[in-house]
């Protein structure tokens, strides 16, 4: 029996000196494909196997288990290896993703996020503490955590000066609900790191600015197409990628070390 699907290859596992398994992400999920002699360099399937390469292979199944047959290479996305950057933020995206993903259940929209974000990345067209943002965001909804962002989870109030955002709840609130339901002063709020958020008991509160509060909006409810199309520089970027960063691994409950490689690739001395 053979299959033929459109993928991206998230992570590969060295089988000897010329196989290898690999993860490979398809609209219909995630599926382990092992590659036979695909690391010997005058393999046919060689360039369309190759790490993060978004290619189309026919697969062979024996016993619930798949095989390269063949392959043929759609875009290699060879531009994200042109910065250590660009490929740290890539391995951290495909990890991610592979987390999310599940074998055998489709996943057309999370290839997608994958896809763009991997192009971008390629091309240089956004920063890519935005293009980790997004894909944080959009991916911890499509794993079944899409927070509750239209109005306050108090009063339902929405155009506000400051928002209180509740991580592990996933909703927001406004300064007067926040101080009520916390018994927190005003002067205590205003006096925490926005970065960093502030903890109320064990719940961890980030404060979104209105330009914040706005690209989390749009990203949540724009077209796939349009994700992107906004934005945020300074602080404003900043925090947005924070917010991000920690309502993903709040939800995801665990530490990526693609992430902490990232990161010492990224931050500022």
């Known amino acids: ?82 910065s250590i950057e660009g490929i740290a933020l890539a391995g951290y995206i495909a990890e991610v993703a592979a987390d999310i993903a599940l074998e055998g259940e489709g996943s057309p929209e999370l290839l997608r996020l994958v896809l763009n974000c991997f192009h971008l990345i390629s091309e240089g067209k956004k920063p890519l503490s935005q293009i980790k943002a997004v894909f944080e965001l959009r991916a911890v909804c499509d794993a ?25 709840g996933g909703y927001f609130m406004c300064e007067d609900c926040f101080s009520r339901s916390h018994e927190v002063f005003e002067s205590e709020l205003r006096s925490q790191n926005e970065f960093e958020g502030i903890y109320a008991g064990t719940r961890l509160i980030l404060i979104l600015s209105p330009d914040v509060y706005i690209a989390m909006r749009y990203v949540i409810f724009s077209r796939p197409e349009r994700i992107f199309a906004f934005e945020l520089r300074g602080d404003a970027l900043d925090s947005f990628a924070s917010v991000c960063e920690k309502y993903l691994i709040c939800h995801m409950e665990k530490n990526y070390r693609t992430l902490d490689f990232y990161k010492s690739m990224t931050e500022k001395p």
């Open 1 to 82: 029996m053979y299959i033929t699907l459109k993928g991206v290859v998230l992570s590969e596992t060295p089988v000897g000196d010329y196989d290898k398994y690999m993860t490979f992400l398809t609209d219909r999920g995630k599926i382990s494909v092992y590659g036979n002699g695909v690391k010997r360099l005058k393999s046919p399937n060689f360039v369309a196997t190759q790490l993060y390469s978004y290619s189309e292979m026919t697969l062979s199944e024996r016993a619930g288990k798949y095989y390269v047959r063949e392959a043929s290479l759609i875009e290699s996305f060879f531009g994200m290896r042109g």
């Open 144 to 168: 079944g955590f899409t927070p509750d962002i239209i109005g306050c989870h108090g009063c339902g109030k929405h155009d506000l000066k400051v928002y209180y955002f509740d991580a592990e």
